[in-house]
């Protein structure tokens, strides 16, 4: 979001590096891994003093314990009485670079939250750790496969060692012998009959040789000038804004962005890739490994499966100089490289990059700010910026690149809209497939392409629809949907608190079949079946890829054109490659657009403009399937044009309107309890503290129940902040929050930029 609104490069140091001939210090600042409140002073023992500085972790005594600190400062006097000695150095001198340190203060400053918690996510769990830290790692690896015969004799004896056969075989990788609790003696029992070998170091299944060196693509006049631009920006640190590069899917930004990390190389510095979780494919790994398989080792790819172990080699390796290029999700953008020279963000626009619990931070923010702090360059890509980012690219905040066209003028796919409702008319009752799609799916089948159908992920939605002609009950105020509560009948606006009573029939066509429609993956799959046996049909969504490595196996499966129909939610969206596949449909449309949320229709439009990437990647043209009840809603119309500018026109109006993000900032605070009347009164008293201490500008809405009203049998009432602003809103919320004395079983928690609404 415009991070770069709150950020003045004057605060930022010329020269972010440590000192060297610093005089020596006799105190040091910490914060507690575990603290609960405000840093403290130590003194640094005398054998300390030249290498305790900022960024170094420390024990130190606390009461009758020792525990685990981050020193943020170092100082020649203190103020504080009775200062007690540090105990030990952990680690590196500076474990935490300065310029991290710097990042988690702003991010705790920004996003209203503890400093300590700030601190968690700059310092890996892993790493925080400290006993971790030179610990030797065990790994047990298959060298054979048993013999049927010596296999049950196994089977019959000895249960545990069989267990661990499975789960070798499984993984298909050598596993970290402290992943399975117990195995020890039956692994050893296992090692002496020869079948596997354990060892101290993982033996590297991922040879030199395993990725085909790929090499630069001439490129085309809309990439060269985007290229030109990002090198321009590597080469000119500190001088250059922020890139916005808007390149509808499959004009080949991902080639823009390999040359320009080449670049990078070459000028000696090193690069942070981040992409999505879900994007995080070995499909695209594979390409950027590719591309540099000449220094393949320096590439460091951090998933979020890999064990505690490996994620220390990682961060290590990394810190440590022994990587140069780190791509990964989200927390990837902590990772701790010297010298950065470029940030990618690919997707900026996914909402997967905000952090659902503190610190609540968007690592596409977190980027354009740590990019200012190292004076380095940062590229945001997407074929469907965000608001936010595009409209910082409107005020001149960011330099806005633009590659309206594919990759050899191939045309975008064709996307036809299927009106639902004419479907229930004929049809009376709710089809999954409708004719059309139906139709389309079976042309495909019979000349052997692929068909992809999509369906958005079920989430908490509760809009009222009416089924006959597409109304959906809206807030005056917000113009965003309202959402039915069962408990007092009533519907609900999430934003302002606005509440009606639920209507009986439709308030345009008087049908009575206004209620909330919707249906999973698993209906999606049984239907089709149905109606196509002969047809090869896998699903692909949380439910059903919760086995390791399944998820790679249905995607190979695909790719070798052994399914004929992929049915799947957000997670086949993102960031793949099947030239066979021809048709996408998207089952319904609906879900997800109507929300109590002011970014339905964003989401929306972003989510059918990615998933119609999907299709005709190939020779052969693509066709997307959209069906909808609310055929005119502009997100889809706009979509089905692929006309971003026209979209973002309109949406920036409303957004403008109603005082929603970009043009105000939005911050979310929900208060839980356990007890409905005490929950309901501190956000009432919270509320009335935040009107009377407001600067003007920063409006405060009415606290009220939460779309999920009860979680976990907490209560959970929200109140939602705007003004010009993200910092004064939550510098507003910190002074007030201080004050506030809170009941014992509730809590507030504070979401800046807050990007759901639940
Ligand atoms: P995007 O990331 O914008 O969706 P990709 O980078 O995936 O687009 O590019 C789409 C396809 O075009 C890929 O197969 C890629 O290899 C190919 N491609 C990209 N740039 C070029 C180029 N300059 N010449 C030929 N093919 C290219
Ligand atoms: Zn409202």
């Not at 409708?434 to 369906?455: D, H, K, N, P, Y």
């Not at 249905?554 to 799947?568: E, P, S, V, Y």
Request: hydrophobic share 40%; proline share 5%.
């Amino acid at each position: 979001m415009s991070v770069a609104g709150s950020l003045s490069t004057k605060a930022i140091p010329a020269d972010a590096s440590i000192c060297l001939d610093r005089p020596m210090s006799k105190f040091a600042r910490v914060l507690l891994d575990q603290s609960t409140g405000r840093p403290l002073d130590y003194a640094i023992p005398e054998t300390l003093r030249l290498r305790v500085t900022e960024g170094s972790r420390v024990r130190v005594p606390l009461r009758s314990r020792v525990v685990l600190a981050t020193v943020v400062s170092v100082h020649e006097e203190t103020d504080a009485r009775g200062v007690r000695e540090i105990a030990e150095l952990v680690g590196d001198d500076a474990l935490v670079r300065p310029v991290l340190m710097r990042l988690a203060a702003w991010m705790a400053d920004y996003y209203c939250c503890p400093e300590e918690i700030a601190m968690r996510a700059v310092l890996p769990v892993v790493i925080r750790k400290a006993e971790l830290a030179h610990k030797e790692r065990l790994f047990i690896e298959l060298v054979r496969t048993p013999a049927e015969n010596e296999r049950s004799e196994i089977e019959r004896r000895a249960p545990r060692q069989i267990d661990i056969l499975r789960n070798l075989e499984a993984v298909g990788a050598p596993i970290e012998l402290a992943e399975i609790p117990g195995a020890r003696t039956a692994a050893k029992a296992l090692e002496k009959r020869g079948i596997v070998r354990i060892g101290l170091r993982r033996v590297a299944r991922d040879p030199e040789g395993e990725y085909m060196p790929s090499h630069d693509l001439p490129l085309n006049a809309e990439q060269a000038v985007a290229l030109a631009a990002v090198r321009d920006a590597i080469d000119r640190p500190g001088e250059t804004r922020p890139l916005l590069l808007h390149g509808v899917t499959g004009s080949g930004k991902t080639e823009v962005y390999l040359q320009g990390l080449r670049h990078a190389l070459e000028a000696g510095k090193s690069a942070i890739v981040l992409v999505p979780e879900i994007s995080l494919t070995p499909q695209t790994v594979e390409r950027f490994k590719s591309r540099f398989a000449d220094i393949q080792s320096q590439v460091a790819v951090l998933h979020s499966h890999l064990s505690e172990g490996e994620r220390h080699d990682e961060w290590h390796k990394i810190h440590s100089g022994g990587a140069r290029i780190v791509i990964g999700a989200r927390s990837a953008i902590f990772a701790p490289l010297e010298n950065l020279g470029l940030i990618i963000v690919d997707e900026e626009h996914e909402g997967s990059y905000k952090q659902d619990e503190a610190p609540r931070y968007n690592a596409r923010d977190v980027a354009v700010y740590r990019a200012a702090l190292e004076r380095c360059a940062v590229v945001l890509g997407s074929a469907t910026p965000s608001l936010e980012s595009y409209h910082n690219a409107t005020t001149g905040k960011y330099r806005l690149l633009e590659m309206p066209s594919r990759i050899d003028d191939r045309g975008m796919p064709l996307i036809r809209v299927v009106d639902l409702r004419l479907q229930n008319r004929q049809r009376g009752q709710q089809q999954v497939v409708s004719a059309m799609l139906r139709v389309a799916i079976e042309r495909r089948l019979a000349i052997g392409q692929q068909t992809i159908l999509f369906l958005n992920r079920r989430g908490y939605s509760s809009a009222l629809m009416c089924q006959a002609c597409g109304y959906v009950a809206q807030c005056p105020n917000c113009s965003v949907a309202l959402t039915y509560h069962r408990d007092d009948e009533r519907i609900r606006c999430h934003l302002c608190g606005h509440a009606e009573r639920t209507p009986r029939a439709c308030p345009t066509c008087k049908d009575p079949a206004i209620r909330h429609a919707g249906f999973g993956t698993q209906k999606v799959e049984e239907a089709v079946r149905k109606i196509f046996p002969q047809a090869r049909v896998a699903r692909m969504d949380a439910d059903s890829m919760a086995r390791k490595g399944s998820y790679r196996e249905t995607l190979d499966q695909f790719q070798a054109r052994k399914i004929d129909i992929l049915i799947g939610t957000q997670m086949i969206a993102k960031g793949l490659h099947f030239p066979n596949v021809t048709l996408v449909g998207i089952v319904n449309a609906d879900v997800g657009l109507h929300m109590a949320d002011f970014r339905a229709g964003e989401r929306t439009f972003q989510l059918l403009t990615q998933v119609a990437g999907r299709a005709g990647r190939g020779e052969a043209e693509g066709e997307v399937l959209v069906q909808t009840f609310t055929p005119a809603h502009p997100a889809i119309q706009h979509a089905r044009h692929h006309d971003f500018a026209g979209y973002w026109e309109q949406e920036s109006e409303f957004r403008r309107a109603f005082g929603h993000p970009p043009f105000q900032r939005f911050v979310l605070a929900t208060v839980r309890g356990e007890h409905a009347e005490r929950t309901e009164f501190t956000a009432q008293t919270l509320a009335r503290r935040l009107r009377e201490a407001a600067a003007e500008g920063i409006q405060i809405g009415e606290p009220s129940p939460a779309p999920l009203a009860r979680v976990k049998n907490e209560h959970r009432y929200h109140l939602t902040l705007r003004g010009p602003g993200a910092l004064k809103i939550s510098r507003l919320l910190r002074t007030v929050l201080a004050k506030l004395t809170l009941p014992r079983d509730v809590r507030i928690g504070v979401d800046v930029d807050a990007l759901h609404l639940l």
